[in-house]
Structures are given as C-alpha cells and as structure tokens.
C-alpha cells in the first residue's frame, strides 16, 4: 500500500485535494492530512484521517506530500509535489507569481498550455525539478456520474459572487451599495463566498446582506457546489474565474487586471445590473471566446487529471528520484519551517543527552 500525504494551509485546498483523494483510495492506497494552520481540521470528514503532529507524519512516512500552496516541508518524507491553488491568470500584471520557485517541490503538476512550458524552461535552466502537464485535480470534481459537467437548473438566475483579497484588486468596497440594490429589486438569488484571507471587517459587511431571504453567505469548504448551483459569477481578479468558465458559464468581472474578450469587464457600479443581464443571455460569440481560452488553460475534458498525477508521481520515484540536481539549500527558509512545526530533532537530542 502507498501513503500519500495532503499538506494544508487554508480550506480552498480541500477540493483540490478530496478528487486526487478519490483516486487514491480507487488504486487501493492510503491518504492522509496534516494542517499548519488552525481552523481547517474542522472540514475534514468523519472517514478522512488527519495526523496530528510531526511524529505522526514521520511514522506515517508518505511516498509523496501534495500542496496546493506555496510551501512544504523539506524534513517531511517523500517527494514534494506542486497542485497550485489556481491558474495563472496574471493577477498582478508584469511580477510572474505564478512561476515564482522557492527551491521547495521536486514535481510540478501543471494544467495547460498557460502554465507548462515555463515551468518547463525553468526545470531545464534549475535541473532540481520536473514538470508534468497532468491537468488540475479540483476539476475533476466538476464532473457528475455521467462524466458530464451539470447544468444549472434554476427557476430564477443564481448570481454567484466572490472576490480576491488583495486590497488594491478586490471589487468589495466598490460594489456593496450596488449589489445592495440589485438584492432588493431584481428577482435574483445571490450566493456570496469570499477567499479564505479576506479582510474580516469586509466578510461581516456582506453577511448583513443575508438579511435578505435570496441570499446565502457560505465560508465552507467546498465552493464548487456554488459555482455548479450559479448561472452568473461576479468577480474581480481572481483564479476562480478560470474554473468557472471551465464550466460554460460566463464571468461579470470589475476592473480586471487582465480583461480579455472571454469577460465581461466593467469599470463603475453602475455598469453592473446591465453587464449581468448581458451574461444571463449567453451571447454566441462571449461563449465561442470562452471555449477557445478555457482550452488554452485547461484542455482536459475527462475529469481524470488526479490519475494523471498519481502517474506522473509513480514515473518520478521511479525515474527521476535520486538522479536530481541538489535543491537549494534555502537554510533561512528550512530554519523557518522548522520554527512553524516546533520540529529541531538535533538540539532536542542534544537537550537529553545533557539532561
């Protein structure tokens, strides 16, 4: 049996991980999580088994730790693998996030044509890593039984909205008012979830708006039962944009950092009730133009990209494990790790020698 380990930070990981999970259990292996941060312990389901410390994670010994964040730890076992936690839609134009390497992952699972070849450029200049375009493990979870993405079904349009907490991208402060109104005289149903760092003030600003019986605030773990439940998302500059138009449905965005003609991009408030009426009416050619970027970024269509990286995990421990160039030494980054999990194995046995 092969131990596989989900390191997480922050909620939006878990449907990313729970497909790659699936598959994982359908081969007969074992999956596992451990959580760096407070507060997400508490999505984990009743048969999902979580290690509760260091020790745990060292006797568990995983052939492979899966992250969707920006870090991992180099002192636990196995390789380390790269999901990402969105695509690279440029949301800070000209800085490169999206490829930013912190010497950690040995494996990039990267999603499509957007994302591969850089990734791939920068494993032939650094050589301590490897890139395989497997597609992204959280659409898996689009697809129903049938192998279909559903369709929506409502009787009256499901507005979803949801935002970046950047402060200088995020559309919160500018359309609350807007929104507001729209709540009150249009006959639509509104689903609001923020990004897990959202500015707390702002979350409690918009949950007064659930005082209003077509509104529904949702911070748990799973956004996309939302975004399959919504006919319109609205948003700003966020990746979730990428995986809601994987789904055929269109994008109302404010002030775009990278607008393009697969979005509905406006600039004031007042443009919003309009923009959405446009969304709601599917135009041919919008739809024609979100075809053609969706497959740029994502173009898997069988929701099976979590077998794609359990195989590409499989041919790197087989291939490539040991044949590596050395990983950089990072030791500020290393020593930072190990101050965040309490874990200095050395000064503690050197502390019970003298003892």
């Given amino acids: ?25 359908a081969r007969g292996d074992e999956a596992a999580w451990f959580f760096d941060t407070p507060g997400c312990s508490r999505f984990l389901k009743e048969d999902e088994l ?35 936690h969105g695509f690279n839609i440029d949301k800070r134009p000209g800085r490169g996030d999206h490829f ?6 040995d494996l990039y699972c990267t999603q499509g044509e957007t994302s591969t070849p850089e990734f791939q450029r920068l494993a032939e200049k650094y050589g301590y890593f490897k890139v395989v375009e497997t597609g992204w493990p959280k659409i898996d979870g689009f697809y129903d039984e049938t192998g279909k993405i559903p369709r929506p079904q409502n009787k009256r349009p499901v507005i979803l909205y949801t935002s970046t907490f950047t402060k200088w991208i995020t559309s919160t402060p500018y359309l609350f008012e807007e929104i507001r109104r729209l709540i009150q005289q249009r006959d639509w149903e509104w689903l ?42 609205l948003c700003d500059s966020s990746s979730i944009i990428v995986e809601f138009l994987i789904m055929d449905k269109p994008v109302v965005t404010f002030r775009n950092t990278a607008p393009g003609d697969f979005l509905i991009d406006i600039n004031e408030p007042a443009l919003l009730e309009g923009a959405i009426d446009q969304a709601l009416a599917r135009p041919q050619k919008l739809m024609e133009n979100i075809r053609r ?27 490539d494990l040991g044949h590596m160039k050395r ?28 003892s």
């Avoid at 600003?205 to 939302?226: I, S």
């Fill in 100 to 105: 930013a390497l912190k010497g950690w992952f």
């Fill in 1 to 25: 049996m092969k131990r596989y380990l989900f390191l997480v930070s922050l909620s939006y990981a878990f449907p990313i991980m729970r497909p790659l999970q699936r598959a994982i259990r």
């Fill in 192 to 233: 609001i979830t923020f990004h897990p760092k959202m500015d707390p003030e702002t979350v409690e600003r918009y949950k007064t708006l659930t005082q209003f019986p077509n509104v529904t605030f949702y911070d748990g773990d799973n956004n996309v039962a939302l975004m399959q439940r919504a006919d319109v998302m």
């Fill in 327 to 354: 990983k950089p030494r990072n030791w500020f980054r290393k020593w930072q790790a190990r101050k965040k999990l309490h874990y200095f194995p050395c000064w503690e046995k050197l502390c019970h020698r003298k």
């Fill in 293 to 319: 970027y969706v497959a740029a970024m994502h173009p898997y269509y069988d929701g099976k990209s979590s077998e794609r990286v359990l195989q590409a995990v499989d041919r790197f421990i087989a291939e």
């Fill in 50 to 84: 979580e290690l509760h410390s260091v020790s745990e994670v060292m006797a568990y010994h995983p052939d492979a730790v899966f992250t969707s964040g920006n870090h991992t730890y180099d002192f636990f076992p196995g390789i380390k693998v790269q999901l990402f």
